[in-house]
């Protein structure tokens, strides 16, 4: 069976592995307090050319997004994402659960625009009833989106623009960031940390047994952050194990160079894709590819090939998910290449 | 330097690093559907004789806490604990951040007794504004407790009794669970699962790297607590990591020599304090222990030692815990002793 | 100046005023536990042909809406409501603050159809995903809609069949309810009762002062109700305040008898409108008119009555809205009129 | 029968009644957005010698805590109280359900000393662990206590101090607020401005129908509080009720006259009592009187009047409450007397 159905599949890049065997029988003090988590502090304040930036470490990407969230919004504020966003579908309401509405624009590819997002805001303030309804706080884009597309620089500086005007946030969830950095694009880590107020950066579905580095630029104060982490559940004990795998992502690009290789297959799969005459449902440049499959090619493929079936749009066309990760095998890409 | 602060200062037990050094490479579904969780779960139930046992994986003891508390209260319950509770105390408000109030009772040793529970469930019934107040639902105790203390069989079986009186769950944190059950005592796994209604079972302190097991009992019924999981930020997207841990653990009774391990050390210090003239603050039969010294004897140990500075009963008089753990070194424990 | 601005503009019906009056120096315990209010109950219970219905009163739509649905889900459900439902946007995220997301289908004339929530409950548990999803356990309807709208006994009829192949409550919002009544319309109480699970009678915008009766039908079991009003700051001392008026409003057809009187001028109004050509913003039969006007005519309007304006269609389109009441004077409508 | 069971069981004082009578027909906007409401809060501001204050007006007591503390605290906040306070007992959780823990201190008469407070503040912050807990984040006391007892001048200057040093706020809960202002008491309405930074003066236990005012000095910004009110269910749509009410209640001195009224009762109850030789539970100079009886006496009192049963001290001894309030009849605590 060759296996793209999602980006979480194994376990932990080697070099992560072989950090966490050499120093296994270390002791450090809790809760990221510890010199590893400072060492990937510095690595990745560095990556986003933003020196001035807090860090901080947590194991998994709903509890980031329900966590920062909280944080950031007041209690009669809401949050902007798009209605197919992961926080508006796919977390269960945990941002509902901390008491937030999450206010859903209509989407394009997964992505929001920023003229959406301005004439929400304006169509807010200019509503004489704004004062009973709720606050429009805080952004909230995915980069790569849960369709695979990415933000162009000049998207995200509107965007920011946006946000500036009207005094919120803007917030990137990154659950998959090093796939969007490392594909065709004119984004960097420091044109987000530039155009972000906050932003996560994955490692879950980039290399990292778990965890995720939540980034809050100088222009947003999140006061008591720590705390906030403790009360949402989300403060590891063993901190160190995620400043270790940060650590090691942000040595010598490793974090980048996985990436690469992860939508470079991706590519090379989409590429077949199309030559071999099937419709795209997206164009991704990056690890997802969505493609549209007959009901008969997919019970043909499904014999050989395990990959998400994400949405019935007629009888006769049916999207589906191809995934890769750092850990796809180009042989394997080879093999379902040849099926097609 | 000698450290006895806390018991997650390292990472997981050999065999448990083992495991995921071997599977590493291995493609799993995610979020505990895997086999290796599968496996796991059968071992614990059988640990537990409670072969009809729901069992869960999280990541972490306030994370699991607050996500069993909330998905077994109604919205109009509260859970009562002891003032020194975890979650009255350490975790910055977790259960309340869920809507739910901690109703507090006066402690012994960190332990409630099944008469003040009933005293407090009685006199709430016999209250005519009651329905003005937080209904208790739920009975939280902590085993071992913060102090170290264990329950006794009779002990439990008497808040058992109370709590089916008064038709309330009995759930116990089992955070440093593996102590518990290999110090001197008369209570078994299987004694917890037939007393509690729902427990966890402590990875992240003894031995794993991270995780806790949660058991509910087939006479809880906690519907759709995958979903509670994802809500509260708690589901694993690498679920295999957990049941790869607890599947070892719960192998060749790992957990209990591990654990065993570190409650023999524990009593030897503690013997070692009693013989040298220290006043204990408690008689802790597990791995943690809580000595008084003098502000002299803690400055000069301080240059040697690493351990919590708990509490300062008077000017001359300081409560002080050494804490040891399944990778605590034998050759440390003689050095202290050679220090007092 | 001629005030058509909304239906609260008043105090109470002459008739409540009087009771209050008559009663203000008796003394009676606190909390709806007065004779008054279970008279009204009585009443309620005879007038929705439900003589086993809980009823509860509250102070106001909002609060009632939040203790309800609160009281109704548990924590991992949300409710299901239209787009433009009043809790979808005109409750400051009420809904959400007690930690249920909104589910938003998309309306017509204020209305969600059966066929609407039975695609998505389909699709939802067609989802191989659900479970990291917010379950739909609830759906709101509001009668008289936001737009004056009110669903035909056929479709409440397909509504009520829905919900219950999928076992979840039907709720209705009934805050202009009598006006509901009152208008052209197959649907009676007893029909509402019949159908819906929940489902609460407006005073504040019918004759009260202010106070709302929750009407639970026996298919629905809430417990606690009582503590879940003071926990969401919904219980009044002074309850009786609250029966006096529901039984006021339930003695000799008093509630309809009002609504009738706010129906019949809103649709003459309406008829004028039709008359002189202008064009309805939609078809509504109960005592809110909603008209479009050319930005001349509304200047020139605005100079002799007070009316909400709603929406901007376009330059020269703008949608306004008359709304009737209890207390309108007919005097009021023919000069309203007049001005057309 | 004798009525003293509570401060709430009549409708409005006659003044009040008069003025909604008066006005009943007229037609105003909404949501405390009339101009009784802005006299009423002009009004409030001179009596509390406070120009710049906040003023809004809320329906309930629980609603009114709920909305405020929800409003100031910070997610990761808590509020100080009294054990015995009403948000610690009789709110039914209502703090907690929107996501604050209540840190109870003991309590003595009902009052919190600030010495108690200090201590609390400063061995939370000695605490290494404080990041892990609840941060508090506000002084809740209420005045007059659930004992009837007031707080001196001095005590609220000390409590002044301890929260200004360590920047919190202090918020009295003033639902008998009139009961305190009109007793023996050297603290006034002013004094209470100077030394809280947010108070509720309570209009539904004296003389108002329903209604509490609250009160934020400059010296606290709440943004959207409106907002927030609406949130909690605390907007009342037809706003004048309430600002009409405490217009009244705050013309003429009105509201401290029917205060005295109900004070001097009370006083005129106590000293019979002691002269009697019956043992005060509690020597409070309010409308409230906590005396004990004996079961006897208890069983013939109840013959002839209603009184509150509060505590079972031992098997001859039962603490029971007397309330005077502005509607309380002289006759009535005459024959009360007379059984004696």
Known sequence: ????????????????????????MEKTPGYGTDDYCETAREKIRAACSCPDAQVWFLA??????????????AGYEGVIAAKTGHISTHEAGAIEASGHKVLELEQSGGKISAQAVR??????????????????????????????????????????????????????????????????????????????????IGGTKVGALFGEAVVFTPRLKVPRFFTRMKQHGALVAKGRLLGLQFDTLFTDDLYINISAH???????????????????????????????????????????????????????????????????????????????
């Open 1 to 24: 069976m060759l296996y793209f159905i999602n980006d979480y599949m194994e376990g932990a890049h080697p070099q992560i592995l072989q950090r966490l065997i050499e120093t296994n």
């Open 119 to 200: 004439e929400y805001l304006k169509s807010f303030y200019a509503d004489g009833t704004y004062e009973h309804m709720v606050t429009p706080g805080m952004v909230y884009i995915s980069h790569p989106t849960e369709y695979g597309t990415l933000y162009t620089k000049d998207e995200l500086r509107a965007m920011s623009e946006v946000c500036r005007e009207y005094k919120i946030p803007l917030y990137m969830d990154g659950a998959r960031l090093g796939y969007g950095l490392a594909a065709e694009t004119d984004v960097t880590l420091a044109d987000i940390a530039n155009y972000c107020e906050a932003f996560y």
């Open 60 to 73: 998994g990407g709903t509890q980031t997004n329900a966590t920062v969230i909280d944080s950031v919004l």
């Open 262 to 340: 992860a939508v470079r297959l991706a590519v090379k799969l989409k590429q077949a894709f199309v030559q071999k005459g099937y419709r795209l449902f997206i164009d991704s440049p990056t690890n997802q590819q969505f493609v549209v499959l007959s009901p008969q090619k997919l019970a043909e493929l499904e014999q050989h090939a395990a990959f998400g079936v994400w949405e019935k749009l007629n009888k006769d066309e049916i999207v589906v998910r191809f995934a890769t990760s750092w850990a796809t095998d180009e042989d394997d890409v080879d093999k379902l290449i040849s099926l097609l």
